[in-house]
């Protein structure tokens, strides 16, 4: 008898051993199923796709990132030429209100010395508010003709004058720094 339980022990623990083995053939089935269903959903990814996409998304970037800084650019630039504007306009907003005082009292037929007085007085502040500018004339009169601040509006004839200096100024020119906001328009001597 003993043999007998003996060999149903064994026979039992053969089946169970059995299943066990069908039981992780089948696991490992499901397993590779699973595994095959997500490279079908998910297909192995080209280093150079990935590094084609990773490019691309930086230069995304770049554009937004430039954009912005455009923008703000022309923000910056709108608000400091509304400041200059002010501040240059501010200077001369004095010479205004004399200059109206002076036709005022050229109206009123006061003193004309005092409206002369008055009218050199609004010069000087006009100098004045050149010179807070850096706003400088440009010295023509009896100088050696330069295209690059010179206007040539006609020649004149001088034999006391050397070529190509100027003998008479129709109108002052001026500069701010090396900037040459309006050209002297000028003669320029000619002795042939």
């Given at each position: 008898m003993q043999d007998n339980e003996m060999k149903?022990?064994?026979a039992e623990q053969e089946a169970a051993e059995a299943k066990a083995a069908e039981q992780e053939t089948a696991e490992a089935a499901e397993a590779e199923d699973a595994k095959n269903a997500e490279d079908a959903a998910e297909?192995?990814?080209?280093?150079?796709?990935?590094k084609i996409e990773e490019?691309?998304?930086?230069?995304?970037?770049?554009?937004?990132d430039f954009e912005n800084f455009r923008r703000?650019?022309?923000?910056?630039?709108?608000?400091?030429?509304?400041?200059v504007t002010a501040n240059v306009v501010g200077k001369f907003l004095k010479v205004l209100d004399n200059f109206e005082r002076a036709e005022a009292s050229v109206e009123k037929g006061d003193n004309v010395d005092a409206v002369v007085d008055g009218m050199k007085k609004i010069r000087r502040q006009f100098e004045d508010a050149f010179k807070?500018?850096?706003?400088?004339?440009?010295?023509?009169q009896?100088?050696?003709?330069?295209?690059?601040?010179h206007e040539a509006v006609m020649r004149g004839h001088n034999p006391e004058l050397d070529d190509e200096i100027v003998d008479m100024v129709f109108e002052k020119g001026y500069k701010l720094g090396d900037k040459v906001i309006r050209h002297s328009k000028v003669r320029v001597n000619t002795n042939e």
């Open positions: 149903e022990k064994q297909p192995e990814v080209d280093p150079k796709d990935a490019l691309q998304n930086r230069l995304l970037r770049l554009q937004a703000r650019t022309n923000i910056e630039k709108e608000q400091l030429s509304t400041f807070d500018l850096k706003v400088e004339e440009i010295e023509a009896n100088a050696k003709f330069d295209p690059n601040i």
